[in-house]
């Protein structure tokens, strides 16, 4: 049991962070070997076929047949590389709910708050080294970007909107498993009177990073304390917040305030202009609204990489949410039967809301986004033994 904890500890750990000494460049070899690993794992540590094992290899029988389509385009280790990342969430699903108390709530909470802390740190000594001119340090996840400034370092991760989704999701995956632990959900009153230095470094980082995608996130994670009595502090905090804007001039909650009037107007063409950034999250959502789904291409896509011009770049004219462009309609609903059986419990839930302005209703083959679907599912782990009465007095208690 020992053995398995500690593993679920380091997928965790190790996709939801970038660091440079290990991961190198863009493609990581340590996580590409470690997502290799996990089917032969899966069949070491549980033999016996799961739910979201059935799901897991329809959508990936299903992606390769849409592909074939066009076989111009078909690149068998692009389907490869997806089906590793979609093997690393079976795996650790399955490891989760192999016997009971593989991971105890106690050793969740710690491990979910080691990684926040460490996070706020590093942010921390980048903005300290990047003050006294250091902007090439590999030991400290600072590679000597063009973007790096005092107010926008990238974290432990590839760039500041990673670190950005990952703390916000953590922070809310600690919130939610210490309302397990205590029964009652956590409040305002709660975290200032107990976790006041955590929260207000934990705010430090998400707000001096330089994402207007974390300003973002804690508009979002906000909704958590949201009742009666708060309703009536917000506008007060949301009035000091803009004062202090006016002569702080904050870049990244300028760009959110900024992107949210944009967005509520639907003109593609002004969120381009507002910020190129955040276009490449909003403009697939709005793209697959107004597709045409009489159309063959809709159900069972273009192909692979379809959306992506001479360049190599992302045509933001094409790009659709999921993959839809590339393997259709069809494809992504089992996707979301996938993440839905594996990591998020209820449709109406903050999960959801994440899923959906933060990574664009997208499950892509990138890092950040299955390290948060790691994170989703320990919450749906823990949620579930809450609400069945299941949990424990002594996973609380107990000291690992």
């Known amino acids: 049991?020992?053995?398995?904890?500690?593993?679920?500890?380091?997928?965790?750990?190790?996709?939801?962070?970038?660091?440079?000494?290990?991961?190198?460049?863009?493609?990581?070899?340590?996580?590409?070997?470690?997502?290799?690993?996990?089917?032969?794992?899966?069949?070491?540590?549980?033999?016996?076929?799961?739910?979201?094992?059935?799901?897991?290899?329809?959508?990936?029988?299903?992606?390769?047949?849409?592909?074939?389509?066009?076989?111009?385009?078909?690149?068998?280790?692009?389907?490869?590389?997806?089906?590793?990342?979609?093997?690393?969430?079976?795996?650790?699903t399955t490891i989760l709910y192999s016997e009971e108390n593989v991971l105890t709530l106690n050793f969740a909470i710690k491990l979910l708050n080691r990684l926040i802390w460490i996070y706020i740190l590093v942010v921390i000594a980048q903005q300290l080294f990047i003050l006294i001119g250091i902007r090439h340090f590999t030991p400290l996840n600072l590679g000597g970007d063009s973007y790096l400034e005092v107010n926008r370092v990238p974290g432990l991760s590839l760039e500041p909107s990673h670190s950005g989704r990952i703390?916000?999701?953590?922070?809310?995956?600690?919130?939610?498993?210490?309302?397990?632990?205590?029964?009652?959900?956590?409040?305002?009153?709660?975290?200032?009177?107990?976790?006041?230095r955590f929260v207000l470094t934990f705010l430090y980082a998400m707000l001096f990073m330089g994402s207007a995608t974390a300003v973002l996130a804690l508009i979002l994670l906000s909704f958590y304390f949201i009742n009666r009595r708060s309703l009536l502090i917000l506008p007060i905090v949301l009035i000091v917040v803009l004062f202090?804007?006016?002569?702080?001039?904050?870049?990244?909650?300028?760009?959110?305030?900024?992107?949210?009037?944009?967005?509520?107007?639907?003109?593609?063409?002004?969120?381009?202009?507002?910020?190129?950034?955040?276009?490449?999250?909003?403009?697939?959502?709005?793209?697959?609204?107004?597709?045409?789904?009489?159309?063959?291409?809709?159900?069972?896509?273009?192909?692979?990489?379809?959306?992506?011009?001479?360049?190599?770049?992302?045509?933001l004219r094409k790009s659709k949410i999921g993959n839809i462009n590339d393997y259709g309609f069809i494809c992504y609903t089992l996707l979301l039967l996938l993440i839905y059986s594996c990591a998020i419990y209820r449709f109406f839930s903050l999960e959801t809301l994440f899923f959906v302005i933060l990574m664009s209703c997208t499950l892509a083959n990138v890092y950040y986004s299955w390290g948060i679907m790691i994170i989703f599912t320990i919450i749906r782990y823990f949620q579930i033994k809450y609400e069945c009465g299941n949990l424990r007095i002594e996973e609380c208690d107990e000291t690992e």
């Open 1 to 92: 049991m020992e053995v398995k904890r500690w593993f679920l500890a380091l997928l965790l750990i190790m996709f939801n962070t970038h660091y440079l000494l290990v991961d190198f460049g863009l493609i990581s070899i340590t996580k590409l070997t470690v997502m290799a690993l996990c089917p032969f794992l899966l069949l070491s540590f549980h033999k016996n076929i799961s739910k979201p094992l059935i799901i897991a290899l329809l959508y990936l029988l299903a992606i390769y047949i849409c592909a074939l389509q066009h076989p111009a385009q078909f690149r068998m280790t692009t389907i490869i590389y997806t089906a590793l990342y979609v093997f690393l969430l079976v795996t650790f």
């Open 167 to 196: 703390m916000c999701v953590a922070f809310y995956a600690w919130l939610k498993l210490n309302e397990f632990q205590k029964g009652v959900k956590i409040d305002i009153h709660y975290l200032w009177a107990y976790e006041r």
């Open 244 to 315: 202090i804007n006016e002569r702080v001039e904050f870049k990244a909650l300028n760009r959110t305030i900024k992107m949210i009037a944009v967005v509520s107007e639907g003109d593609k063409k002004s969120i381009g202009k507002t910020d190129g950034s955040a276009a490449y999250r909003i403009y697939p959502i709005i793209n697959t609204i107004e597709s045409d789904i009489s159309k063959k291409e809709f159900w069972i896509g273009n192909g692979i990489d379809s959306a992506k011009n001479k360049l190599g770049l992302i045509d």
